[in-house]
């Protein structure tokens, strides 16, 4: 029942500007060896954080499309009435965010560590860390995105809201860049899940809480 | 016989002033029901209400599922009339009963525009094939004569003819008359109907 919602979440966010995140992705990590220097040596040891940070702020920006347009435009009460949950629309729009954000931001992840002088080791461990965190950066993004849905300066505030609660993903996902053989992953693993899982019913509530 | 839609002693409150209060109905096939009020009486939100996208305060409120046309358009701007309105159709399993609704409100030449070009009349003459293409039961029409002109509203009251005739119980909230024979419900007055 959710395929064709999220066939059509893909494509709008395919038709509209999908390379921005990243572009702003790889425009902060170029910003950082300017910002700390050439140093070679520091900039590979905090090279796993900043890919973190550039992707954190990267998952901001999309924020306020993902769910205002639609409440505006009466999409989701239509989609409530065409027997949809709106925990069911909340997922549709999580893996939909996902594929048209995580495969960019991967590829981008690719010229970000060369950029930061991160070794072939560095990049094979920011990858998998990356990978296995953006699930869980693309469930916040939702709910943070369902929370504000309709607020003014929603934008602003979504940020207040998403970096604070992103940071155990932060934490574990930048251990994991840094050492891919340390336990970190696995923790980040469980941290992506544990929003994955709990963000459905976080979007789905408020969306049902914001009509009027 | 079931009736489509209950309403049993509801209450609503919106933004603390009390909009209804006690307001039983009942609506069975064939059956057809004119909300009127002045603006702020709370005819949209009984729509809303009937439609399960507000919750009462008090009481009961038992449905069918409802299709719902309102001033929100709910179709993606930048696709061609006809592939908006199949999402919805392909989504409620009525893909086949597309072409006839679009047809019986005079949309049919219309398929291949955008939707972000039609005009207003145009985009209510789209909400309202939704409906006519949903096959649902119960028909629930927030002022569906906004922005239509006399073709229009003369197709939307054959559409709600054949509905009734086939089974089907209509809502619809409007300032202006509707053709054909109504119940009527006035809000605004300590409503019971």
């Known amino acids: 029942m959710i395929g064709p919602v999220i066939a059509r979440d893909v494509r709008r966010a395919l038709g509209g500007a999908a390379w921005l995140p990243v572009a702003f992705f790889l425009l902060v990590a170029t910003l950082v060896p300017f910002a700390v220097g050439p140093d070679a040596r520091l900039l590979e040891r905090i090279g796993g954080g900043a890919l973190w940070i550039a992707a954190l702020t990267a998952a901001l920006l999309p924020v306020e499309r993902l769910v205002e347009p639609d409440r505006a435009d009466g999409m989701l009460d239509q989609l409530a009435l065409h027997g949809l949950t709106e925990e069911a629309v909340a997922v549709a729009r999580i893996i939909a965010h996902w594929l048209t954000f995580a495969p960019l931001l991967l590829l981008a992840a690719v010229p970000g560590s060369v950029l930061l002088g991160l070794g072939a080791e560095g990049l094979r461990s920011s990858l998998a860390a990356l990978a296995v965190g953006t699930p869980g950066l693309a469930a916040l993004a939702v709910a943070v995105a369902a929370l504000t849905a309709g607020l003014p300066r929603a934008g602003a505030l979504a940020g207040i809201l998403l970096l604070p609660l992103a940071v155990p993903l932060l934490i574990f996902g930048a251990a994991a860049s840094g050492d891919g053989g340390s336990g970190a992953l696995l923790l980040e693993a469980a941290v992506s899940l544990a929003l994955c899982a709990g963000a459905p019913f976080a979007a789905g509530a408020a969306i049902r809480a914001g009509r009027t | ?193």
Request: charge should be positive; avoid cysteine.
């Open chain 2, 1 to 193: 016989m079931k009736p489509l839609l209950r309403f049993e002693a509801v209450t609503l409150r919106r933004g603390g002033r009390l909009l209804f209060e006690g307001l039983d109905l009942k609506l069975g096939p064939g059956e057809a029901l004119h909300v009127t009020g002045p603006n702020g009486s709370g005819k949209t939100s009984l729509i809303r209400l009937a439609a399960g996208l507000l919750r009462a305060e008090a009481g009961r409120v038992e449905r069918t599922a409802p299709a719902l046309s309102d001033e929100a358009l709910a179709l993606d701007r930048e696709l061609p009339l006809a592939k908006a309105l199949r999402f919805w159709a392909r989504l409620g399993g009525t893909a086949g009963k597309l072409d006839a609704a679009m047809a019986a409100m005079g949309l049919a030449h219309l398929a291949d525009v955008p939707v972000r070009l039609l005009s207003s009349g145009q985009a209510k003459r789209a909400t309202l094939a939704r409906v006519a293409a949903s096959g649902a039961k119960l028909w629930l029409l927030d002022e569906p004569l906004n922005g239509l002109d006399a073709d229009g509203i003369g197709r939307l009251e054959a559409l709600v003819e054949r509905h009734r005739a086939s089974g089907g119980a209509v809502v619809a909230a409007s300032h202006g008359p509707l053709g054909g024979d109504w119940e009527r419900l006035e809000l605004g007055q300590g409503a019971t109907a």
